[in-house]
T-cell receptor, first 115, second 113 residues
Framework: DVKVTQSSRYLVKRTGEKVFLECVQD?????MFWYRQDPGLGLRLIYFSYDVKMKEKGDIPEGYSVSREKKERFSLILESASTNQTSMYLC??????????????FGPGTRLLVL | QKEVEQNSGPLSVPEGAIASLNCTYSDRGSQSFFWYRQYSGKSPELIMFIYSNGDKEDGRFTAQLNKASQYVSLLIRDSQPSDSATYLC?????????????FGTGTLLAVQP
């Protein structure tokens, strides 16, 4: 069974704080993804990584950065949290290989509230 | 036009009925299609995927794909109250260095006991 874990289920931060969200997967997956999910907007891709130290911008990277120092761990960083970053953050991972069948598996999510 | 469109619902069906969830997509080159179920406050979990035209069955779930019409659907037979959730359709395009998924906003299904 694929297991993707996220460091926190709920976080409350203040505007301007630096926020770290951690994601760990135990299936040796090459690909890892960070999404945010907001009502009416669905899941939107923030950043993804297909290898250690590699990162690619997704659809909404502004205000975020990422770090992937080890294969199993992918961190999302909010450099200076703002209220419009209040959201549910979801991490996912997938095994590189068959482009058609490759499947993303999600972690439990972190619900972030920025005051 | 949104890349992946779903009716937001709620779709209400009685217990034991067939629930039919629909999804249309705009990129004609899309290669594979995924259905995820998401309970309120939880993360998406994969139900099934399909990449060939036609039907694919897995237990009570059947995915149907029609690439010519750019349409994918999920049928849930013998719907149970535990099937009440939001169902997300996700589409993978063709080409590029990544296997990015585009998600619809989901359809809320309510199965009435």
């Amino acid at each position: 069974d694929v297991k993707v874990t996220q460091s926190s289920r709920y976080l409350v931060k203040r505007t301007g704080e630096k926020v770290f969200l951690e994601c760990v997967q135990d299936m040796d997956h090459e690909n890892m993804f960070w999404y945010r999910q907001d009502p009416g907007l669905g899941l939107r891709l923030i950043y993804f990584s297909y290898d250690v130290k590699m990162k690619e911008k997704g659809d909404i990277p502004e205000g975020y950065s990422v770090s992937r120092e080890k294969k199993e761990r992918f961190s999302l960083i909010l450099e200076s949290a703002s209220t419009n970053q209040t959201s549910m953050y979801l991490c996912a991972s997938s095994l590189w290989g068959d482009r058609v069948r490759e499947t993303q598996y999600f972690g439990p999510g972190t619900r972030l509230l920025v005051l | 036009q949104k890349e992946v469109e779903q009716n937001s619902g709620p779709l209400s069906v009685p217990e034991g009925a067939i629930a039919s969830l629909n999804c249309t997509y705009s990129d004609r080159g899309s290669q594979s299609f995924f259905w995820y179920r998401q309970y309120s406050g939880k993360s998406p979990e994969l139900i099934m995927f399909i990449y060939s035209n036609g039907d694919k069955e897995d237990g009570r779930f059947t995915a149907q794909l029609n690439k010519a019409s750019q349409y994918v659907s999920l049928l849930i037979r013998d719907s149970q109250p535990s099937d009440s959730a939001t169902y997300l359709c996700a589409v993978r395009g063709y080409g590029g260095a990544t296997n990015k998924l585009i998600f619809g906003t989901g359809t809320l299904l309510a199965v009435q006991p």
